[in-house]
């Protein structure tokens, strides 16, 4: 490990080939926590605009805003689950339509068929 260290020391150009990489490896690491701070500030923002647009009361510390999107949270689930149990019904009935059209179908085809011969 020492040697490695050594090595980095008095060699210029390996020097100057770590710190390039290292200044990459932190421009990056910093771009990437930029644009999770941005998403959530974001989703912050059009919550508090929400809750204006609706008259609701605005959470005025952290804690109020914390307990205020976990109510909310749960919510959605229960709406989240609503919908999907109901697609899943709809699409169930969907497929029993278009199965027993193409099963017709194919016994129509195959009683022409037959009658041909």
Do not use: H, W
Not at 54 to 69: F, I, M, N, R, Y
Not at 76 to 90: A, G, L, P, Y
Request: avoid cysteine; aromatic fraction near 4%; charge should be positive.
């Amino acid at each position: 490990m020492s040697s490695l260290f050594e090595q980095l020391i008095t060699n210029p150009v390996l020097l100057a080939v770590t710190i390039v990489l290292a200044v990459l490896l932190l421009f990056s690491i910093i771009k990437k926590l930029l644009k999770i701070a941005i998403v959530t500030i974001s989703l912050l923002a059009l919550y508090l605009g929400y809750l204006i647009y609706t008259g609701k009361e605005v959470p005025k510390t952290a804690d109020e805003l914390k307990d205020s999107l976990q109510e909310k949270s749960g919510e959605v689930k229960e709406v989240i689950d609503k919908t999907v149990k109901e697609v899943n019904r709809s699409l169930k009935e969907k497929s029993s339509e278009i199965m027993k059209d193409k099963v017709e179908k194919l016994l129509k085809d195959s009683t022409e068929v037959r009658s041909k011969e």
